[in-house]
T-cell receptor, first 118, second 110 residues
Framework: DTGVSQDPRHKITKRGQNVTFRCDPI?????LYWYRQTLGQGPEFLTY????????KSRLLSDRFSAERPKGSFSTLEIQRTEQGDSAMYLC????????????????FGPGTRLTVL | QKEVEQDPGPLSVPEGAIVSLNCTYS??????FMWYRQYSRKGPELLMY????GNKEDGRFTAQVDKSSKYISLFIRDSQPSDSATYLC??????????FGKGTRLSVIA
């Protein structure tokens, strides 16, 4: 499978617990993005990496959230002390910018990790 | 005002109908325009993308961008029940994260 993969697909946790999600981008893609999507809403940007560098973080990303992309390959998103408001679908996407050409528009999303906080 | 506005629907049409889905955006710096299709509890799937203004056609799907009015459209001809999904418009400038509309839920009734 050469698409973006995410693990786990579903996670149920109790409030206050820590959770970690993993994303494996398409292998040659150097940009990796995390988004969050709640029911009835479009995906909202959380953060993105170019290679191993985290270049931008949204105001949505509170200090309970941390993301890493060691060695510029897979990425992890950790949520500490989960709250019920964290329940959402967490989406990962990757792209390979090509210097301003139309190919920059090609972002591929993974299947998402659905988090339920009880 | 949100950067991308999209009527969430739901929109229900009979099989074979022409479907028109629309978005407006506010940032004139946006250069890339995409449509994603999302089935229930799945990740968004890239359907079509365009760069700058103009039309792009792919089978039964046509994407249009009018930068002068900041208007994005997706037309689906001969709609099928398998087209039933949520359609998300998205846009960005190339140096900013992708910004999505809320999505329009489409049902095509056989």
């Amino acid at each position: 499978d050469t698409g973006v993969s995410q693990d786990p697909r579903h996670k149920i946790t109790k409030r206050g617990q820590n959770v970690t999600f993993r994303c494996d981008p398409i292998s040659e893609h150097n940009r990796l993005y995390w988004y969050r999507q709640t029911l009835g809403q479009g995906p909202e940007f959380l953060t993105y990496f170019q290679n191993e560098a985290q270049l931008e973080k949204s105001r949505l990303l509170s200090d309970r959230f941390s993301a890493e992309r060691p060695k510029g390959s897979f990425s992890t998103l950790e949520i500490q002390r989960t709250e019920q408001g964290d329940s959402a679908m967490y989406l990962c996407a990757s792209s390979l910018p090509s210097g301003g050409l139309a190919g920059d528009a090609v972002w591929f999303f993974g299947p998402g990790t659905r988090l339920t906080v009880l | 005002q949100k950067e991308v506005e999209q009527d969430p629907g739901p929109l229900s049409v009979p099989e074979g109908a022409i479907v028109s889905l629309n978005c407006t955006y506010s940032n004139s710096a946006f250069q890339y325009f995409m449509w994603y299709r999302q089935y229930s509890r799945k990740g968004p799937e890239l359907l079509m993308y365009t760069y700058s203004s103009g039309n792009k056609e792919d089978g039964r799907f046509t994407a249009q961008v009018d930068k002068s009015s900041k208007y994005i459209s997706l037309f689906i001809r001969d709609s099928q029940p398998s087209d039933s999904a949520t359609y998300l418009c998205a846009t960005y400038s190339g140096n900013t994260p992708l910004v999505f509309g809320k999505g329009t839920r489409l049902s095509v009734i056989a």
